[in-house]
């Protein structure tokens, strides 16, 4: 078995670690005897996402995403090809933006998104962004877990009708929301640095088996020892109350 | 004779007289006239240092290089570049009629309170180290400090010692057109890297925004950079550092041999800002030399303790400073210990995310026995160490004493790694265990 993920402006959206969701992915498979594929895309170069079982973007400032916008949607077909054929995504902070109608900058500067979903982005000035821990409960299907993150960001998400997640403390999609990123079958869209992955073992091995779903359908993944991950959690919901 | 001002220092003479410091008298300050910092009359140089990195030591090498060459200079040496700190400094230094009673003063800032108080100090130099990520929960990002400094010099009329190889801080003198602008910059060495894995800034022109083109790279993205389209990059510095001799902890500028006060190419930088400021003042560089030479670097910089194996304690704040820690750390030879005190309190930065920009992986070197984990995130820090493949090396002790007693009793080499709030409290039990 092997899972191939496209790693999207590895270069350039790529804020507060976000990195190391890669690295959570890769090992987690790697321990599962899991091949795993990571291919890095940056401005100018070709790749069809179809091929790929994850595709994956992190935030990027203002500037970074300015940049990579004309890049991105001169993918968008593409992009909703491979959608079409079953590719998941993880969006972060600006990726999960993008993927919306439009993301209006500190600049008053309007980002025209992908438009593939409703929702859309306004930011606030520079002095005023959503920064901070935040919990949130996630229920997929029958489970419901918590999970533990770090938000920064001044745009506010508007409209969003399926959300990721419940906030538990902090703001999620706008200042003092109830609700927390984008979800359906297929995306995740999040505000959750810290980053998101590693201290929540769940939705890691929840990516990886939608993932795998594309070409292996349903899989079973073996246990791991996620001692040090459920401490690191369980220190943070503590510290938030939760 | 203002009331506010006599109270003050009274404050801090009270204060000071039982030995503490702190930060009440500058709170005392700004809590009774919140214009207190803009009411001094400063004296004839008034230099301030920001940037991500080497603030303090910068700021410091420069009052003492002034000092030796004959001025009286007021400082902050420790560090205390908030405006509470400044404002206490400011107190401490004048007569009872705001009147600050130095021939220069030398005022290292916080990167963010620079633009708030950029014009109340009435500077008349500004020195930029550096801009790398760093505790960006607090700055928002760094593309908003750097905008923001931009703004207040837009029509600063003194002088900007700029380091030149950091396309994020030359970014500055584009914009400042009335500025004198005084770069420094180091040439090609025989370790400067063609490519780098460092590099998380600097990336594109901040005039074109196309990606610029590095023909070396010293560390992270400082080097020298250069925009094919439009230029940007293509610099006359005032001081250009050569040479680099790590045999002799020397390098060569102006046509003669320095000393550095450290073996290290970022501690170079600061040595090259400090001879940009003394050149253009007209000053005598081997004042500086004589600093470099024997300046002792701030407590808990490269401080040595003696476990029963000598102990090496470093502030580490951000991936580069972890990075360039790291670099030393593994060169120098034995087996050894590390331990990494990673707490998350406003200086820290709440987010510790960074430490995922880090190059952790390095640490998976043959001669690291075990890394110990410790301080108020010491799990997220055992996290990111295990998804390097470190897994076998990492304890989690809790308790920072603890683990600074386990690295005296393991009789190794040890060496520790503590993010700022974790810094003084972590000396205070290394030297607790040293006298054991």
Redesign the interface.
Known sequence: MKLKILWMYHDLMDLYGDKGNIQVLKTRCFERGIECEVKTVSLGESVDCREYDLFFMGGGADLEQTIIYEDLYARKNNIMEAMDSGTNFLLICGGYQLFGQYYLDQDHKKIDGLGIYDYYTESTDRDHRCIGNIAVEVTVGQETFKAVGFENHGGQTKNVRTPFAKVLKGHGNEFKSHYEGFMNQQVIGTYMHGPLLPKNPKLADLLIRRSLHKRYGDVVLQELDDTLEDKAREVMLKRLGV | MDIRLSIVKLAHKILASQGRGGSFPGQLALMMDKDFIRRFTMPEQVILVTGTNGKTTTSNLIAESLRKAGLTVLNNHRGDNLNVGIAALLATGSDSSYHIQADAAVIEVDELTVYRQFDALKPTGLVVTNFFRDQ??RA?????IIRKIMEVTENFTGDLYLNGDDPNVLRIADNAKKARIHLFSMAKLKDSMITTDEA?EG??CPRC?KPLHYDYFQYSHIGRFLCPYDGFGSITPEILVKDVSYTNQSFEAEGRVFHSYINAVYAIYNCAAVLCVMKNLGLDLSCADDVFRHYQLKEGRNETFALSQPCVINLFKNPTGANEVMKDILSRPGRKNLCIVLNDNDQDG????????AHFERLNDPEVNEILCTGQ?A??M???L????LKDR?K?IESTEEAVHYLNTANLNSYVMATYTALHSTRALLRKEAGK
């Not at chain 2, 928002?140 to 908003?144: A, D, K, L, R, S």
């Not at chain 2, 295990?386 to 493949?389: A, F, L, M, R, S």
């Open positions: 960006l929960d928002g990002e760094m593309e908003t998380s990336k594109f925004g709440h987010d510790v995310s960074w430490i995922w920009d995130r799990y997220d055992a996290l990111r295990k998804y390097e493949g990492i989690v």
